[in-house]
């Protein structure tokens, strides 16, 4: 059995307190951005905690007025993980049915009315200051299935990709959360590939796609030229968030060579609100999918547990639509792990800073329904998705709304959830066309 509240906590949340995520929130009354965790239906307030002395039992109680009072929590990320590990614990003593402190929060009625919020009472924000987003390719599923269409299934996956985590840097300043709408981006398009001159149009994209990852973001720097080795890397990471990194297809299929994708990526990527700290996700360790290459000795980990059982789902719902499940998917279908994409991140001396974010890459299966991008499920748009209500879909649509959901765990033991990744698509802007 997992620990009771006596907080009120439905069994179905993904915010029991076998989780404690953090996240920045603002209220109607006080527009002030500041740290909150996420319980059950509800959020507590640790801004307005610190001030009013609920920290008091805690260990270096005097830093949390300030480090909870700012717009980030890029200042709590960076105190360390055996930080955060204390602070979470702190959290679910306070909360916890037999608390040691029940004076603070249990007894208090006026502090629990100050403190704790409904969630659909609060604005969530961007939880950190995000100064650099790399994102990986490590979902060999999805890695391979795209190397189908593009190129001969023989040479699906390139000869580097089960030697080293491949990646490419993306635009940090277009990370939104959750709740943002994404507008569709205008583009170079090679409408007929076929053609003896190729000359593209620029138009909206048509092949707009979603891209089902997680995201970790960093919590400790490396001096530039220091590699993070291995054995350390995970220490470096503060916790994980769900991450949809929109695609426009068509744009990408014309301008990613030689140099990778451009504009295709850099107009929007989507995280959850709540950061879920590692050591919450510890329980649900498990093994990614086998490299049977032996890699070099800066990327072997000595645990071979190294990613998480993370049930992931998508759900697109058409404007004035019914939903539907498009894909389920699991965290699980990765080939390189977050500790393992870090050391390669630094292995040449490049330096991380706090906030630093760092995409998974698109997350898929094997089995049909567990496509973490619809341009899997669509066999590059010669197949249709059917959804609830008879419309149909090969990519997104103005007014679709796509949510990306992600939970770890049991309702016995309480689950561990990120909240919704979800946006709706605004239609492109009109200059130029």
Known sequence: MGLKSWFPIP??????????????ISTSGNATQRAAVAIGEHCLDLGRLAVRDGFSECETKEQWQTVFSQPTLNSFAALGRPVHRSVRKYIQDLLREDTPFPQILKDNQELQDSCIFRQDEVTMHLPMQIGDYTDFY?????????????????????PNYMHLPVAYHSRASSVVVSGTPIVRPNGQILENPAAEVKKPVFKPTQRLDIELELGAFICKPNQMGQPVPIAEAEENIFGLVLLNDWSARDIQAWEYVPLGPFNAKNFASTISPWVCLIDALEPFRTEGIKNENELL????EKNTKNVFDIRLQVELTPKGGKPSVISNSNGKYLVYSFPQMLAHHTIGGCPMNVGDLIGSGTISGTDPGTQGAMVEITKGGKETIQLEGGEERKFLQDGDTMIIRGVCGNEEDGLVGFGDCTATILPAPKLYQ
């Open 11 to 24: 069994k179905s949340s993904g915010f029991s307190l076998a989780n404690i995520p953090f996240g920045i």
């Open 297 to 300: 000795p800066y990327l072997q």
């Open 138 to 158: 490590a979902g060999k599923n999805h890695a391979y299935t795209m190397g189908c269409i593009l190129r001969d299934p023989k040479n699906a996956l390139q």
